[in-house]
RNA sequence: GCGGCUGUAGCUCAGCGGAUUAGAGCAUCGGUCUACGGAACCGAGGGUCGGGGGUUCGAAUCCCUCCAGCCGCACCA
């Protein structure tokens, strides 16, 4: 994988590009742009294996090619260089290129990550809930991961544009404003606003099965509101304000960036859907199948193994979610003019997705150049490994998952005898929660499912938020015993212990942590680096006595602990995780 | 049936483009320490990486195949 090819501005340049690029050379002498394979390692600082596929290109030993490679290897300034076993490259940093990289860190706001030199217009389609519904575990993850890409794009420079795709169209609206008129605008509104959705969902649902004069009210006034009725149009938006505003409410709660200007619903893309249909009509897409409008992308097929329709109109001439998605690609490519799309949706969907690209493309909606990616993630599992259901067989609420681990954080804090007034507790117990919550879904790689267990999230032991929120308070309590606040003077990095080496190389690795994380859309590869960074400062901690030390070795201590409070900080706030100073 | 995802220590998970003795965390056991925040640190035991084949000097990683679990496969999104 090319990590680090991104276009970005030289501000900084990493220790990982500065030895990548000076071993692409040596490497280029021997066969021109062969990969390096710079990695981390155990058994040095890093570690470039290139040279075995190298040797088998060229057909020559690994350690003569090896020989060959370091001969025209110029790093005598950053690194020592052996060749190991059969043909590795075993590169340690020298002292020398520690210090010089750790001074620019220390005067580097951004710790190194650096800003697109060609910032790009990035689309993110996350959270989508749905009107008059609560929202769910599932909604959980596209909002958390959806969230934390937004941020690190943010951060690289890309203008985002969020687009929360709330699900306030379709047939249900039948029922829904149908009971929404027998209980009473008012009582409706009262029901919903409190954020008792499901009530009011099972409400509809229950009548709509068993009252056959209520499926027929409700069917007539589907019809009603695509007809664009007037007073039916005005009690449906009751219905998406109400829910709008609740769904508000859950993301202050989750400390989640999206705002009210983010929410475009399925509704808005109404009157593109004709043009859609017009459009792939046109282009000779279409295929009558039993009266619905379909398109048929090449390499689909249904379990009788007949090619598979994305169904662009049904028969009875509405629209489904399928023609919905079409126009909204098409809207963020020519509208909004995108230069990535990020669907952050359950892996469920992937063969929807598939095919929405490849019909998207077909029509040529979607050229080559836009990067358009289904972020796709597994489900959340209950303690019995099954999809997490509440006790009574419902959907477990969002909001109930997030209060619990705000009582369970508040009372552990009531339990180590925290001195803060109950509102700074409360909010600490907040800042906690989210970070329990957030950082098990993020740092577990997406597609996996997993299990939802608020112990183990909240733990404040183990690979957890509330762990690295732990060691960045100790680091900041360092700085508060200072007499005088603290300049980040020159300090000079001698790293003479093992253990303060180790941190400095954890420091100077965010870079090309960061860029994996980013690149791949992985956020959990970010979290690992932070988990190895918060055990590197541990282990450094207890070895290494700050403010007891003198002089030079405590000004160098201080550099490094300063350090890595800000990385610890940057990181988590890139992950959408608040990293206070005391807990 | 076709397709997708998953299968790594008792449990929860990493393992990045193949690379040297497969790593964490929790739990267990044993240590450190009159704690710069013990919500810590150090160490130990524990795995034939779902099974089988193949490619290779070398495979958890790539290819094939089988097994198990979950999910998707035409008018709900």
Redesign the pocket.
């Known amino acids: 994988?090319?990590?680090l090819?991104s276009g970005r501005l030289d501000v900084m340049t990493s220790t990982y590009d500065l030895l990548a690029s000076r071993l692409q050379k040596a490497f280029d002498s021997v066969v021109p742009s062969a990969?390096p394979?710079l990695?981390?390692?155990?058994?040095?600082d890093y570690?470039a294996?290139?040279?075995?596929?190298l040797?088998?290109q060229v057909g020559k030993p690994?350690r003569e090619v090896a020989e060959l490679v370091v001969a025209a290897l110029d790093v005598a300034d950053i690194a020592t260089v052996e060749i190991?076993?059969?043909?590795?490259l075993?590169l340690n940093l020298t002292t020398q290129v520690f210090n010089t990289q750790l001074r620019e860190l220390s005067n580097d706001p951004r710790l190194g990550l650096e800003k697109s030199s060609a910032p790009k217009t990035v689309v993110i389609d996350y959270s989508?809930p749905?009107v008059a519904k609560e929202m769910h575990v599932g909604h959980l993850r596209s909002t958390v991961i959806g969230d934390a890409l937004a941020r690190m794009n943010r951060f690289v420079g890309n203008s985002v544009i969020a687009r929360n795709?709330i699900?306030d169209?379709?047939?249900?609206f039948g029922m829904l404003i149908e009971h929404l008129l027998d209980l009473g605008e008012d009582q409706a509104v009262a029901e919903l606003s409190i954020g008792d959705l499901d009530t009011f969902y099972k409400g509809a649902r229950e009548k709509f099965e068993a009252d056959d004069a209520f499926k027929q009210r409700s069917r007539l006034r589907v019809v009603a509101l695509q007809g664009g009725d007037k007073e039916t149009l005005r009690l449906w938006k009751i219905l998406v304000d109400q829910s709008v505003a609740y769904f508000a409410e859950v993301y202050q709660k989750l400390d989640v960036t999206l705002t009210p200007d983010d929410n475009v619903g399925?509704s808005f893309y109404n009157d593109m859907l004709d043009d859609v249909v017009k459009d792939l009509s046109a282009k000779g897409l279409i295929?009558d199948?039993?009266?619905?409008?379909?398109v048929?992308p090449p390499g689909?097929?249904?379990?009788?193994?007949?090619?598979?329709?994305m169904?662009v109109?049904?028969?009875?001439e509405?629209?489904?979610?399928?023609a919905?998605?079409l126009a909204a690609i098409r809207n963020r490519v020519s509208g909004l003019k995108a230069d990535e799309i990020l669907y952050v949706v359950?892996?469920?969907?992937?063969?929807?997705f598939?095919m929405l690209y490849a019909v998207a493309r077909m029509a040529g909606w979607l050229p080559e150049n836009v990067r358009c990616e289904h972020v796709?993630f597994?489900?959340v599992?209950g303690p019995d490994?099954?999809?997490f259901k509440s006790r009574s067989g419902g959907t477990v609420k969002l909001v109930g998952l997030l209060d619990e681990a705000i009582e369970r954080?508040d009372a552990?804090?009531v339990a180590?005898g925290?001195e803060l007034s109950d509102a700074d507790r409360t909010a600490l117990a907040t800042d906690?929660a989210r970070a329990a919550i957030k950082y098990?879904d993020l740092?577990?790689?997406?597609?996996?499912?997993?299990?939802f267990?608020l112990d183990?999230m909240l733990?404040?032991?183990?690979?957890?938020g509330?762990?690295l929120?732990?060691?960045h308070?100790?680091?900041?309590?360092?700085f508060?015993?200072l007499d005088a606040p603290y300049v980040p003077g020159e300090a000079t990095f001698a790293l003479e212990s093992p253990?303060e080496r180790q941190l400095a190389l954890g420091l100077l690795a965010l870079p090309?942590a960061f860029d994996?994380a980013f690149q791949?859309l992985?956020p959990?590869?970010l979290c690992?680096y932070l988990?190895?960074l918060?055990?590197r400062?541990?282990?450094?901690?207890?070895?290494?006595?700050?403010?007891?030390?003198e002089g030079a070795l405590r000004a160098e201590?201080l550099a490094l602990?300063e350090l890595t409070a800000r990385t610890l900080e940057l990181g988590l706030s890139l992950l959408g995780i608040a990293a206070?100073?005391?807990?």
Request: a positive charge; hydrophobic letters at 30%; aromatic letters at 10%.
């Open positions: 994988m090319k990590w090819k990969d394979v990695r981390p390692s155990d058994r040095s570690q294996n290139g040279v075995m596929a040797a088998k690994p190991a076993g059969p043909g590795f075993n989508a749905n795709h699900g169209w379709g047939t249900p399925e295929t199948s039993d009266g619905a409008l379909c048929f689909f097929v249904n379990r009788d193994d007949e090619p598979l329709p169904i109109q049904k028969r009875d509405g629209f489904g979610y399928a919905t998605d359950g892996t469920p969907q992937a063969q929807h598939d796709s597994g489900h599992l490994r099954k999809m954080a552990a804090l180590r925290s906690i098990t740092s577990t790689e997406r597609q996996r499912d997993y299990i267990d183990r733990a404040f032991e183990g690979d957890t509330p762990y929120q732990y060691a308070a100790r680091l900041r309590s360092i508060r015993r253990q090309e994996v791949t992985q959990h590869k690992t988990f190895d918060a055990q400062f541990t282990t450094f901690y207890e070895a290494c006595p700050v403010l007891s030390s201590r602990c206070p100073q005391q807990m």
